[in-house]
C-alpha cells in the first residue's frame, strides 16, 4: 500500500545537525513533489520545506532557510531533510507529506508517521 | 505569506450535532485550500481538497465549502471518532501555511 515512513530522529545538541529520512513505497515516488511539515509539542502544524518531482525546484519556511536543506534520491525513492544549526525551537514531530497529484499545487494526500527530533542541551 | 485563522480555536459538541468550522485566508487563495483532521499522537488526514472536493474514503457527513478567503468545514452529525483536531491549509504559493487548528471536543 502507499506508504511513507520516516526515520532519523532524535536528540541533538543546539547547533547540532540531523538528517531525517523519509522512505516512499507503494506509488511513483519520482512523479511527486514532497513537503516536510512539523509541529511542535502541543501546537499546530508547520510547513517546513518542498522539493519538486524532479528535485529541480524547492522551496523553505523562513524559519528554516539557509539551516535546513531537502533533498531526494528517486532511485532509492527517499526524502531527505538535512537540519544543521538546529535550535531549541525546532524540536517538533516532523512529517513528509506526498502531494495528492503530479501537477503545481496540490493537497497532501498521503502523510508519514512522523519522527520527533529534540534540540535540548 | 498569506495567514490562515480558523474559528474558533475550540469547540464543544455533541454526537449527531451538525458542526461548522471556519477559515479565513489573509488574501484570496481561489479554491486552494484543504482540510485535515488530525488525532492525538496520529499524523494528519486530508478530508477536503479544492475546497469542496471531498477526499475517497472520506464520510459523506464532511463537506467544504467557499472560495477566495472564506471557506467553511461542515460535519452534519457527530459521529464519536470526529472529536479531533481539524486544520485548512492554502496551497496557493509558497509557503504553505495552516490555520491554528480547531479542537473539536465532547460536551
Known amino acids: 500500500q502507499v506508504q511513507l515512513v520516516e526515520s532519523g530522529g532524535g536528540v541533538v545538541q543546539p547547533g547540532g545537525s540531523l538528517r531525517l529520512s523519509c522512505a516512499a513505497s507503494g506509488f511513483t515516488f519520482s512523479s511527486y513533489g514532497m513537503h516536510w511539515v512539523r509541529q511542535a509539542p502541543g501546537k499546530g502544524l508547520e510547513w517546513v520545506a518542498f522539493i519538486r518531482y524532479d528535485g529541480s525546484n524547492k522551496y523553505y519556511a ?18 531527505y531533510l538535512q537540519m544543521n544549526s538546529l ?12 502531494e495528492q497529484y503530479s501537477s503545481s499545487a ?3 494526500d498521503i502523510w508519514g508517521q512522523g519522527t520527533m527530533v529534540t534540540v535540548s542541551s | 505569506a498569506i495567514r490562515m485563522t480558523q474559528s474558533p480555536s475550540s469547540f464543544s459538541a455533541s454526537t449527531g ?64 471518532e470526529d472529536f479531533a483536531t481539524y486544520y485548512c491549509q492554502q496551497y496557493y504559493s509558497y509557503p504553505r501555511t495552516f490555520g491554528q487548528g480547531t479542537k473539536l471536543e465532547i460536551k
Open chain 1, 62 to 79: 523562513d524559519s528554516v532557510k539557509g539551516r535546513f536543506t531537502i533533498s531526494r534520491d528517486n532511485s532509492k525513492n527517499t526524502l
Open chain 2, 17 to 80: 450535532d451538525r458542526v461548522t468550522i471556519t477559515c479565513r485566508a489573509s488574501q484570496g487563495i481561489s479554491s486552494y485550500l484543504a482540510w485535515y483532521q488530525q488525532k492525538p499522537g496520529k499524523a494528519p488526514k486530508l478530508l477536503i481538497y479544492a475546497a469542496s472536493t471531498l477526499q475517497s474514503g472520506v464520510p459523506s457527513r464532511f463537506s467544504g465549502s467557499g472560495s477566495g478567503t472564506d471557506f467553511t468545514l461542515t460535519i452534519s452529525c457527530l459521529q464519536s
Open chain 1, 87 to 98: 535550535r531549541a525551537e525546532d524540536t517538533a514531530v516532523y512529517y513528509c507529506a506526498k
Open chain 1, 106 to 108: 496540490d493537497a497532501f
